[in-house]
């Protein structure tokens, strides 16, 4: 059985039908009552006799993974995708190797590892519902990606633009008024001096 440990991040639990060792029984006895550590310390006490137990490995990735060793568990996983014989096992290691991945925030690479337990085992209904989850959400961060990307190549293209335009005076409408009525005024005022003078101008009044 696969036990729910939060949200759709699951990590199964290996109960083999096979002979094992008295190592792996207590392991797994302590596992189910939540004493990770100790467990762990009984799985290795179970590979020590044999190191190519692979339910040993297995339940031992799965305590590692409990207590928040996730480096140490993804070793055991791996080990068990490359040497593993047993395909059930196999499917399983990928299946926790994508939580793990999930767990991380490393959506790739656990969308791979969900196919992978998907190609051993298609009957496998949590692998799928995680696997469809993850590829929503991977779905969901390239329209995000797709949507930054736009607004970015929109923003270069309105600074080129803004650079291809010639430079503007900086005056706006009403300085511009302001400033020609000031020099109505003055050209006024320098007629009326030279009037007031009795001399003529030097050259003849500007009729506008």
């Known amino acids: 059985m696969k036990s729910l440990v939060t949200g759709i ?13 008295p190592q792996i029984r207590e392991g797994n006895k302590l596992y189910k009552e939540g004493r990770y550590e100790e467990a762990v310390l009984q799985y290795e006490e179970a590979l020590k ?15 590692l993974a409990k207590k ?6 993804m070793e055991g ?3 068990i995708i490359q040497k593993g014989k047993d395909p059930r096992l196999v499917e399983k290691a990928y299946y926790d190797k994508g939580v793990l991945h999930q767990q991380q925030q490393q959506l790739d690479e656990s969308i791979s590892a969900w ?3 998907l190609k051993m085992d298609p009957e496998d209904k949590e692998a799928r519902e995680n ?9 969901q961060q390239q329209k995000k990606e797709e ?12 600074e080129k633009q803004q650079e291809k335009k010639p430079q503007q005076s900086k005056l706006n409408k009403k300085q511009v008024e302001q400033l020609l009525k000031a020099l109505e005024q ?3 005022e320098v007629q009326k001096k030279m009037q007031q003078k009795g001399g003529s101008p030097s050259r003849p009044e500007k009729d506008w």
């Open 77 to 79: 996983y791996e080990k």
């Open 68 to 73: 928040g060793d996730k480096a140490a568990a």
């Open 147 to 158: 949507e930054k990307e736009k607004e970015e190549k929109k923003d270069k293209k309105e």
């Open 186 to 188: 003055k050209e006024k």
């Open 131 to 139: 696997l469809q989850k993850a590829l929503r959400e991977k779905k």
């Open 49 to 63: 006799k044999n190191p190519d137990d692979f339910t040993a490995i297995y339940n031992r990735s799965n305590a």
């Open 9 to 21: 991040a699951v990590l199964s639990f290996a109960v083999m039908a096979k002979a094992q060792s």
């Open 115 to 117: 196919m992978e337990a």
